[in-house]
């Protein structure tokens, strides 16, 4: 979703913003734009489409002068043309924005700003900003924009030029991520962190209402009354090649690759010489997951786990259902919020709706700093390492290692869980990334299905208990990139109206890792396949067998124990996706439609 940067320094400008919006896009957009104060005049370059094209604008006229915003947008108000690009500059042209999020009361400020004459020329809600904040321009920028953003509704991130203060970037936030990079007599802004790495590992992150005045040599941040704020940067660990391809042809790809040693950081994170750490504070008798996307996939294989190894009732629930859903209060329940960006706007007002209800919250996240990270008294990260494809993959591995690892600690300490089958479990986590390694030597046969069948109308996924949760989010990454229809359906359920649509060579695709549910999925795998499917089963080597003797196709993975087995099996159902967005010839990494981090409802 949209992407702010800006730059101040002693640096040419432009190729640092343009260099930061190509970091950024991976958040999904359709048109992009910069401004740069040239000789104390602000010029803008801005056209839909990808960043290669605003490049080719930018190259044929150059734009000079060291401070600058840039951003990437994904449509919500107008649709991605030219005009509609930002920045956005008010009437006069003195005053550049770019914003994220979304203004909720722009009708009403456009007719009040029309009605002082102000002349409208896109048709984005972000524009009102630019008109608003010339309209209550007196001089102090600091003071527009304490007025302006008490007039605003909605969620922003917004980062402003304006001409009569040609030395200064001033930014503000109420709900969408900014972060500023300190840099030594230069300062950097960015929606997230990957996008400033290669200039500066010293991030400070905006809390809600801020303003923030970056000058070259230094950074000044003001509550929305004026007040003084001191916040302390934060030092980020990730270095810079972490967010580059590194000779892969796609993130995608090299982030599938990257799983075996995430497992491993994630292991060694939360399992020292002294054994498992308390995850979980207290020892909830409920939990409940709340999550979008792949998240809420890794949330559905948490509340299995907790179920198995924790005794304890668990369900995982759509935020964005969970947020307008009449919520009863138990005395002893705990709602933890997954996601991988810890920026989703359902998710985060999921977790409020839950606080105010008095559960004891926590939260799973891949984003040290991120809103969701620091909204939350217990927050646990993934040590995945920055995210940059679209499709989720090693931030799902993480997620799902991670609850199988707070089920593990609250079993133990509830005593519903023995030390020896906490200790089988994590010696098989532990061999579980040399298993891994393995299976991603081979995938040439997962190319060679594609090729052959990337033709297809449709495909299924099915499997039952964790196994459904698998199928869930198999089939959603073949949606996300390779845009295929796809179900994904709880194997039993298939009969009672999903057959039908099977058809001659429809490819059914049943995820196995349960040794009690394998004969009643290949039975309903074998139902398929009487009315024409091709079907394939995914299970481990031990399985292999018995399934072949249902099954068109048998694709194995490395033996594991059975609670192990999802992380195991979901590779070559990545892998898959990843072949048949290839063969089509998609966008693998930034698929149309979609944004990485959705930071509006
Ligand atoms: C978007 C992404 C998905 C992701 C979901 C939740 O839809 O395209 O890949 O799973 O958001 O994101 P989160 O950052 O909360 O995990």
New binding site residues.
């Given amino acids: 979703m949209c992407g702010i940067v800006g730059y101040i320094g002693n640096q040419e400008a432009q190729p640092i913003l343009l260099d930061g919006l190509r970091r950024l896009e991976y958040r999904g957009y359709d048109s992009a734009g910069i401004a740069v104060m040239q000789q104390q005049k602000i010029s803008v370059r801005k056209c839909a489409g990808r960043i290669d094209k605003l490049q080719q604008l930018t190259d044929a006229s150059p734009l000079h002068g060291s401070i600058g915003i840039g951003h990437t947008r994904w449509a919500t108000h107008g649709e991605p043309t030219d005009l509609n690009a930002h920045p956005h500059t008010d009437v006069k042209g003195d005053i550049a924005i770019v914003h994220n999020g979304i203004i909720e009361n722009h009708a009403a400020l456009r007719r009040h700003l029309e009605a002082q004459g102000c002349v409208f020329v896109s048709q984005t809600d972000t524009e009102v900003v630019a008109h608003l904040i010339h309209t209550l321009y007196r001089g102090d920028m600091m003071a527009a924009l304490q007025q302006a953003i008490r007039m605003l509704s909605g969620s922003y991130a917004l980062a402003v030029l304006c001409e009569s203060e040609p030395d200064v970037l001033y930014c503000v936030r109420l709900g969408s991520p900014l972060v500023v990079g300190v840099g030594q007599g230069e300062m950097f802004l960015a929606s997230d962190i990957p996008a400033i790495l290669p200039h500066t590992r010293d991030v400070l992150i905006l809390e809600d209402r801020e303003i923030a005045v970056l000058k070259r040599g230094s950074i000044e941040v003001f509550d929305d009354l004026g007040a003084r704020k001191t916040p302390a940067p934060l030092h980020v660990s990730w270095d810079a090649a972490a967010a580059e391809k590194g000779g892969f042809a796609h993130f995608m790809l090299k982030e599938i690759f990257e799983q075996p040693d995430a497992v491993r950081k994630t292991l060694s994170a939360y399992c020292g010489p002294d054994g498992l750490q308390e995850m979980l504070p207290g020892a909830p008798d409920l939990v409940n997951f709340i ?5 809420y996939h890794a949330g559905m294989a948490g509340a299995y786990y907790f179920a198995q190894l924790a005794d304890t009732e668990s369900a995982a629930h759509i935020a964005s259902e969970y947020r307008y859903r009449k919520l009863f209060p138990h005395a002893n329940e705990a709602v933890v919020a ?7 706007a359902d ?1 985060l007002a999921a977790l409020r709706q839950a606080m105010e209800m008095g559960a004891h919250t926590a939260a799973l996240t891949n984003t040290l700093g991120s809103t969701l990270d620091r909204t939350v008294s217990r927050s646990l990260l993934t040590y995945a390492g920055p995210e940059i494809a ?3 993959t090693k ?1 799902y591995i993480t997620q799902v290692e991670t609850l199988l690892l707070m089920a593990m600690d609250l079993g133990l300490r509830k005593g519903k869980l023995t030390r020896e089958r906490a200790k089988e479990l994590l010696d098989g986590l532990a061999k579980l990334p040399e298993k891994m390694e393995s299976l991603l030597k081979n995938q040439a046969y997962l190319q060679q299905y594609c090729d052959r069948h990337m033709h297809e109308k449709l495909m299924f996924f099915i499997g039952r208990g964790m196994d459904h949760s698998l199928a869930m989010e198999a089939a959603l990454k073949f949606k ?1 990139i390779s845009y295929l229809p796809c179900e994904a359906y709880a194997a039993g359920e298939l009969k009672h109206g999903p057959i039908a649509l099977i058809n001659n060579g429809t490819p059914v695709i049943a995820i196995c890792t349960q040794e009690s549910l394998l004969e009643k999925t290949l039975s309903n795998l074998r139902e398929t396949k009487a009315r024409g499917a091709e079907t394939i089963c995914v299970c481990p080597q031990r399985f292999a067998e018995r399934a072949a003797r249902e099954a068109d196709i048998v694709w194995t993975v490395p033996d594991a124990d059975e609670l192990l087995l999802p992380l195991l099996v979901m590779l070559p159902m990545q892998l898959l996706a990843y072949h048949m967005a290839v063969a089509q010839g998609r966008d693998v990494d930034k698929p149309r439609n ?5 930071t509006v409802e």
């Fill in positions: 999550a979008c996307g792949t998240a997954i996601s991988q960006s810890g920026e989703t998710t679209v499709a989720s931030a996300e979609l944004a990485k981090s959705v």
